[in-house]
């Protein structure tokens, strides 16, 4: 069984920074490629970053790029997201998920997922 658990979250005013982290209970951390994903109020699931088992390869949304940055330590079987220069419109649950094999944008394919830490961000 895997169980992920993120930390981190919590309130932060426009242009201040976060960072999110993503423990995983599970020995072979190192073969799985993660994700973020985030949930805002009556919005649907989106997604946020993912890396590659090998750490090699990154993705993120447009709307994050180069104010987020993902990465991982297999080390500690733990996974990160920077947060910087965050708005408004970052407020909500993010979700760290977990599956086999490359990484994908699309929610579906994660096999397994945390509980969601709350980011709020203030105007």
């Known amino acids: 069984q895997v169980e992920l658990i993120e930390s981190g979250g919590g309130l932060v005013q426009a242009g201040g920074s976060l960072s999110l982290s993503c423990a995983i209970s599970?020995?072979?951390?190192?073969?799985?490629?993660m994700a973020w994903f985030r949930q805002a109020p009556g919005k649907e699931r989106e997604f946020v970053a993912a890396?590659?088992?090998?750490?090699?390869?990154?993705r993120y949304a447009d709307s994050v790029k180069g104010r987020f940055t993902i990465s991982r330590d297999n080390g500690k079987n733990t996974m990160y997201l920077q947060m910087n220069s965050l708005i408004p419109e970052d407020t909500a649950v993010y979700y760290c998920?977990?599956?086999?094999?490359?990484?994908?944008?699309?929610?579906?394919?994660?096999?397994?997922w945390g509980q969601g830490t709350q980011v709020t961000v203030s105007s």
């Open positions: 599970n020995r072979f951390f190192s073969s799985y490629s």
């Open positions: 998920a977990a599956k086999a094999f490359g990484t994908t944008s699309d929610s579906d394919e994660y096999t397994n």
């Open positions: 890396m590659h088992s090998s750490g090699r390869s990154a």
